[in-house]
T-cell receptor, first 113, second 111 residues
Framework: DAKTTQPTSMDCAEGRAANLPCNHSTISGNEYVYWYRQIHSQGPQYIIHGLKNNETNEMASLIITEDRKSSTLILPHATLRDTAVYYCIGAGDYGGSQGNLIFGKGTKLSVKP | EAGVTQSPTHLIKTRGQQATLRCSPISGHTSVYWYQQALGLGLQFLLWYDEGEERNRGNFPPRFSGRQFPNYSSELNVNALELEDSALYLC??????????FGQGTRLTVV
């Protein structure tokens, strides 16, 4: 599974776009980029995933560079409820050959009024 | 569509006892994954069940075990509980192999 690197923490003003970067330079061609978030003491919430193309859903947009070595999760209009730890994970189908997702330390996003 | 459900929400056990945690996957999902999240730490992979078989396990001792039933629900058993087993235990399910949401977890406290 690809090793990912994320900033430890970020701040964002409420109503502004939150752009969360992730480096995954060792990602292989068949590995997806997943994003999850975890609000304190709750189960991780799936946000979005992508392979090569940019993806958008009702929660966020995922921008993957052409060389697939990095990506950015965009929350277009951050609210206080978006305050959470955001995890970027590189893994294939079935979470990679081992079946699991490897969660790093993630980015603590604090949305401020 | 109902999400992944876990029970109980909270569980308090004494050191040396056994704990049983349950997970019901999203309807139609055949894989169940278990993770442990100790306080202040990241999620650690425990077990993966698919179609009733254990497919992979993380770096945990054998006293962590489980099973998957014909209806794809799953049980996690922790024997000979130790204080450091106190954690949030999370379950996720999938059909295509791509993880979706997790359940809200079972908070296990060992005293």
């Amino acid at each position: 599974d690809a090793k990912t690197t994320q900033p430890t923490s970020m701040d964002c003003a409420e109503g502004r776009a939150a752009n969360l970067p992730c480096n995954h330079s060792t990602i292989s061609g068949n590995e997806y980029v997943y994003w999850y978030r975890q609000i304190h003491s709750q189960g991780p919430q799936y946000i979005i995933h992508g392979l090569k193309n940019n993806e958008t859903n009702e929660m966020a947009s995922l921008i993957i560079t052409e060389d697939r070595k990095s990506s950015t999760l965009i929350l277009p209009h951050a609210t206080l409820r978006d305050t959470a730890v955001y995890y970027c994970i590189g893994a294939g189908d079935y979470g990679g050959s081992q079946g699991n997702l490897i969660f790093g330390k993630g980015t603590k996003l604090s949305v401020k009024p | 569509e109902a999400g992944v459900t876990q029970s109980p929400t909270h569980l308090i056990k004494t050191r040396g006892q056994q704990a049983t945690l349950r997970c019901s996957p999203i309807s139609g999902h055949t894989s169940v994954y278990w993770y442990q999240q100790a306080l202040g730490l990241g999620l650690q992979f425990l077990l993966w069940y698919d179609e009733g078989e254990e497919r992979n396990r993380g770096n945990f001792p054998p006293r962590f075990s489980g099973r998957q039933f014909p209806n794809y629900s799953s049980e996690l058993n922790v024997n000979a509980l130790e204080l450091e087993d106190s954690a949030l235990y999370l379950c996720a399910s999938s059909f295509t192999g791509l993880h979706g949401d997790f359940g809200q977890g079972t908070r296990l406290t060992v005293v």
